[in-house]
């Protein structure tokens, strides 16, 4: 009766039944990561500082806020320091750095000058790449206080004078700049302006003032 009828409607068990889990306890880190065994899987930036609980199995790490899933990550089994992160738990600022590769600085250097591109390339050249993208980010932002012109002006005068060119000595520099060139533009109008003052001084006593109306 079982082979003939009931055999051929049976269906295999779902593999695997079921998965044993290990529940532990975290807080967020301010990079946004847990460590679970040295390995560190990102989590919303939301929750940074949060506590949170993490369900490990033999595969997969998932992170819970108040019995609700926030992250889930496929387990990591490589070298112990690791990371998993998914973009979209990043702040805006940070995944901005993702996109921020050689050459996208190499084609913004271009629209500078031929001396922020060499300063690019010597940057580029002589650090690790992680390193060399954090200066010239940074020197990206300079543009929120410099213009382009004198930015590349800076680089000149850095890649003239330095045999180890540095982000730290171009701010320097452009600090130096800047304050000479408001120095220039407050003695030009200070000129202007006793000019001014001289003028009318002369003129009211050189014509005689009231004098020339008696």
């Given at each position: 009766?079982?082979?003939?009828?009931?055999?051929?409607?049976?269906?295999?068990?779902?593999?695997?039944?079921?998965?044993l889990s290990e529940w532990i306890t975290?807080?967020?880190?301010?990079?946004?990561?847990?460590?679970?065994?040295?390995?560190?899987?990102?989590?919303?930036?939301?929750?940074?500082?949060?506590?949170?609980?993490?369900?490990?199995?033999?595969?997969?790490?998932?992170?819970?806020?108040?019995?609700?899933?926030?992250?889930?990550?496929?387990?990591?089994?490589?070298?112990?320091?690791?990371?998993?992160?998914?973009?979209?738990?990043?702040?805006?600022?940070?995944?901005?750095?993702?996109?921020?590769?050689?050459?996208?600085?190499?084609?913004?250097?271009?629209?500078?000058?031929?001396?922020?591109?060499?300063?690019?390339?010597?940057?580029?050249?002589?650090?690790?790449?992680?390193?060399?993208?954090?200066?010239?980010?940074?020197?990206?932002?300079?543009?929120?206080?410099?213009?382009?012109?004198?930015?590349?002006?800076?680089?000149?005068?850095?890649?003239?004078?330095?045999?180890?060119?540095?982000?730290s000595v171009l701010k320097t520099i452009?600090?130096?700049?800047?304050?000479?060139?408001?120095?220039?533009?407050?003695?030009?109008?200070?000129?202007?302006?006793?000019?001014?003052?001289?003028?009318?001084?002369?003129?009211?006593?050189?014509?005689?003032?009231?004098?020339?109306?008696?």
């Open positions: 009766m079982y082979n003939e009828e009931e055999k051929s409607k049976l269906i295999p068990l779902r593999y695997p039944r079921y998965q975290a807080k967020v880190q301010l990079n946004y990561h847990i460590q679970v065994n040295r390995m560190y899987y990102s989590v919303p930036y939301e929750y940074v500082q949060s506590d949170v609980d993490i369900r490990i199995t033999k595969d997969l790490i998932e992170v819970y806020f108040k019995d609700m899933r926030i992250a889930s990550h496929k387990k990591l089994l490589g070298e112990i320091g690791e990371f998993s992160t998914n973009p979209n738990h990043m702040p805006e600022n940070h995944r901005k750095f993702l996109e921020h590769t050689p050459d996208q600085v190499r084609d913004w250097a271009n629209t500078i000058g031929s001396n922020t591109e060499r300063f690019v390339e010597y940057t580029l050249d002589n650090h690790v790449e992680k390193k060399a993208l954090t200066i010239l980010l940074s020197l990206k932002n300079l543009t929120k206080y410099y213009s382009d012109d004198l930015i590349e002006k800076g680089c000149e005068t850095l890649m003239s004078i330095s045999r180890v060119p540095s982000f452009l600090k130096r700049m800047k304050d000479s060139q408001k120095s220039k533009e407050k003695g030009t109008l200070n000129e202007t302006s006793t000019d001014n003052d001289y003028g009318f001084v002369r003129g009211a006593k050189y014509f005689g003032g009231v004098k020339n109306e008696e």
